[in-house]
């Protein structure tokens, strides 16, 4: 989001030159820079002891394919605590393990994900009132169910878990 407006005194902000990065919308006011802002978020795949796949029904998310766990991270929170809240609060799963696996940068939303490989033992889900469904699906089957977008989280998430797989990497513990 580009600031039109100062947030903190409402002055309309003008630009001026900020060194390498060129010209930024600039308060005199306040005598202050308001770079580009962009939600942060999480995306965490998460995965049990039988190689099943947490998928949720979000109808808000998507009314076509099943979602990984995701939210937004909030101020003063990391992006593995943030992951490990919302894997909790939507599912109500502890985690034995959790790897950051990288960042993507969510186009359509203008959103920067932090995506996450998680680890639980299977067990029933305590679900948030947010989410309608979750069912652990084996991953073979899994892939049926989310987008193929090349580049984008979920299969991405995905490939990195099948590598995880067929290599057999240890998962880091928490
Ligand atoms: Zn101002």
Redesign the pocket.
């Known amino acids: 989001m580009r600031y039109t407006y ?1 947030p ?4 309309k902000l003008g630009f001026r030159q900020a060194g390498d990065d060129g010209l930024v919308p600039y ?1 005199e ?2 005598e ?1 820079y308001w770079f580009d802002s962009f939600h942060s978020c999480i995306i965490a795949m998460v995965v049990n002891e039988e190689n099943e796949i947490a998928l949720l029904d979000q109808a808000h998310l998507s009314t076509q394919f099943k979602t990984f766990v995701s939210g937004y991270i909030t101020p003063g929170e990391t992006a593995e605590e943030c992951a490990q809240r919302e894997i909790f609060e939507e599912l109500g799963l502890e985690l034995e393990s959790l790897e950051m696996t990288g960042t993507y940068w969510f186009e359509r939303r203008g959103q920067l994900m932090h995506c996450f490989l998680a680890k639980a033992k299977k067990q029933d889900f305590k679900l948030s009132c947010e989410i309608q469904g979750a069912q652990w699906v084996h991953y073979e089957e899994a892939i049926n169910y989310f987008p193929q977008r090349k580049g984008s989280a979920m299969p991405m998430l995905y490939e990195l878990y099948l590598k995880k797989l067929e290599e057999g990497q240890p998962w880091k513990p928490l």
């Open positions: 100062c903190d005194c409402g002055t308060c006011s306040c202050k």
